[in-house]
């Protein structure tokens, strides 16, 4: 089993002496020069000079990642259930957000495409182009906005590191992007109520690569990425996993509550 797990600067300095043919000696000697910059070019000398060369194929590859998200209970479903995507979530009578959402009133037909609240039919979040507009604002494209979640955009996001310090774009450490979506078309701030009830965690997670959208990049480059993140601050690496892929309970690393250092931006 070749483990390629980055998350932290421990792991990124065992992944690269597991993952390729270097002495470990001329790894330390190269992370102390790039400490001071220059991290690519001095990776690409040590390549060079020492013939250092990735020993695994990118589909042979057990990816250790990390999915950020909130709770009000510790994560009980995921502990149960694994992670699961936001169609899965929804339909699941038993999952926070489905729960949450039934407390505030909003209900979601996903086979009929429609969106209700308090008992209204709001109109239908069919994720097309007829059913959009070209103005952010109106009725039209915020259903259409909740459609492309749930239609589009509704696989499990992970990270194979993130920065600690900055929160990624779309305020996942706060509450799911889809309830500040609903809450701008009904017009009620449940995503506040959520935000002000639940708490951060980041759960880490095996799945095989094969199991993740795939990139361009060849195995070199995930050496790189493992260089990189011994000797810099650790950057966002988002990778999303294919649809319809849930990960199993079994396949759980770890669940932390988590919440980011911003005071040291």
Known sequence: ?????????????????????VDERVLQRYIHEAKYGGSWDIFKRMLEKYDVRPTFKKDELICHLQ?????????????????????????????????FLDEQGVKIDLPGQRIYFNGED?????????????????????RWSIGRKFYYDFCICGFFSFNHKRPYGGMVNYRPEILFNISELI???????????????????????????HDDLDETDFLYKAFYNVVDE?????????????VLPEDIISIERFDFNIKSI
């Open 122 to 142: 709001l109109g239908s979040i069919e994720y097309s182009k007829e059913n959009n507009s070209s103005d952010y604002y109106s009725p039209t494209h915020r």
């Open 67 to 99: 999915h950020m998200t909130t709770s009000a209970n510790g994560c009980e479903h995921i502990k149960e259930k694994g992670l699961t995507d936001l169609r899965i979530t929804y339909e699941d009578t038993d999952s926070e957000l489905r729960q």
């Open 234 to 246: 650790l950057e966002d690496e988002e990778v999303l996993l294919q649809d319809h892929i849930t």
């Open 1 to 21: 089993m070749k483990i390629y797990d980055i998350t932290d600067k421990e792991n990124a300095y065992n992944t690269f002496l597991r993952l390729s043919n």
């Open 187 to 213: 017009r009620k701030r449940i995503d506040k109520v959520w935000t002000d009830t639940h708490k951060t965690y980041v759960v880490k997670f095996s799945i095989p690569y094969n199991q993740l959208v």
